[in-house]
């Protein structure tokens, strides 16, 4: 899944400038904790969050505006437990620094009650450590980083939302294992901790067998274009390319792929799987710039009617997106995951009572039960005092140059992460 600003930085030391940004974000807003009450009153909730509406990974924006339309949807239909919801959700340009900026502002400024689905894994591990020390809720953030989940004993007020990106690596590792035993794989990935996570779990899924890995190439989010390292992994002799990118680098990995007229066998992660973006590809370098490639799905496809025309996820999304959003795209399944999230938030608010606190939010974020009607058909919301993973999992899928092909079963992929 998930980022904003103006301002770019370059993370060619993912590890050390992460720490690097979270330190200064710590220490640059370390203010005086808000009030626990911020942000709520008899007749509102004020949330807060950011998004890329501009930068390298602007095509995540359509998630906030998809939790936005939901948001006043749920206005609309009386709000929850009497209060109306304001949604303030900034553009951070996929900027860390601009992250912790604007994070500041909505805490300290705007006096919001919590950060809702703020998105991306570099910009909220920036801000991680100065939300928890001041005891405001970082919920269901749009990024599938395992350390959301497996770092909640430090972190108590982050809780993540999107299955994760390691088990999700973990899953293509054991289709490859199965399918193809002799496959020669190239893997392109984002220099952080987003792609660093697919990496670790790929690595982990194919266990003794990593010397199937022939070549790894990296860019930096600041980078032009990723047609240098596409070449390199084709010259490699790789025959399965593992596409470990964010929307924009991987229409490009995609494109320069077709038109060096390469042909392997394509993996690509989940939070850049969206046939919006597949179409983007195959109408800039044919249909053989998609069509075969794998990926995995969480969310209802909206860009299928076939198969999920029936679903009540479908119809609601389909209703909301006409009156919310009349001009966005309603085959993007960007503005689908948008809405996942706010349901989630919808429903966490719900439990927290009719005079909710941060602290029964929080607890309510991890007591979660319900069958979300934006999921894939088969996975269900679901955490614990033990499970910090909402939803974990994911359904293996093929493209076909028209839409996606389920192939097996719905996986638990935390099972196999445990099972490893």
């Known amino acids: ?128 450590p100065y939300l928890n020390a001041h005891k405001v809720p970082q919920i269901f953030i749009s990024s599938g980083a395992s350390t959301w989940g497996k770092d909640y004993a430090q972190y108590p007020w982050t809780i993540g939302s999107e299955p994760d990106y390691e088990s999700e690596a973990v899953i293509y590792a054991h289709n490859i294992l199965k399918s193809t035993p002799n496959a020669k794989i190239g893997i392109i990935s984002q220099n952080d901790d987003f792609g660093n996570d697919y990496i670790r779990g790929f690595k982990k899924g194919l266990g003794s067998k990593t010397s199937m890995i022939v070549k790894e190439a990296t860019y930096e989010v600041t980078d032009p274009d990723v047609s240098s390292q596409i070449t390199s992994l084709k010259a490699a002799g790789a025959d399965t390319l593992m596409i470990f990118a964010t929307p924009k680098f991987a229409i490009q990995s995609l494109v320069t792929t077709a038109q060096q007229n390469w042909k392997p066998q394509i993996y690509l992660t989940n939070v850049s799987g969206s046939q919006a973006i597949l179409r983007t590809a195959m109408k800039a370098a044919g249909p053989g710039a998609a069509t075969g490639l794998i990926s995995t799905g969480w969310v209802i496809d909206p860009a299928d009617p076939d198969r999920f025309g029936k679903e009540p996820g479908y119809k609601l999304f389909m209703e909301i997106m006409a009156k919310y959003v009349p001009s966005g795209n309603t085959l993007d399944a960007n503005y689908m995951s948008g809405m996942l999230y706010a349901y989630m938030f919808v429903d966490a608010l719900k439990a927290a009572g009719k005079n909710p606190t941060r602290d029964s939010l929080m607890k309510a974020s991890f007591a979660l039960n319900e069958n979300n009607p934006f999921a894939y058909p088969g996975i269900k919301v679901s955490t614990s005092a033990t499970n910090h993973y909402p939803i974990t999992s994911l359904q293996l899928t093929r493209y076909n140059g028209t839409k996606y092909i389920p192939e097996g079963p719905v996986i638990d992929a935390r099972s196999i992460i445990k099972a490893e």
């Open 1 to 128: 899944m998930f980022e904003r600003g103006t301002s770019m930085i370059r993370f060619s030391k993912s590890a050390v400038a992460l720490t690097s940004i979270a330190s200064f974000a710590f220490s640059a807003m370390a203010t005086a904790p808000a009030r626990a009450d911020d942000g709520i009153t008899p007749t509102e909730v004020v949330i807060g969050g950011t998004d890329p509406f501009s930068g390298p990974a602007s095509a995540y924006g359509a998630v906030g505006k998809g939790s936005q339309a939901y948001f006043q949807y749920i206005n609309d239909h009386g709000g929850v437990n009497g209060r109306k919801i304001t949604y303030k959700d900034l553009d951070d340009g996929y900027s860390p620094p601009q992250t912790v900026q604007l994070t500041r502002q909505l805490v300290e400024e705007d006096k919001v009650f919590a950060i809702f689905a703020p998105l991306g894994t570099a910009p909220n591990i920036a801000t991680r």
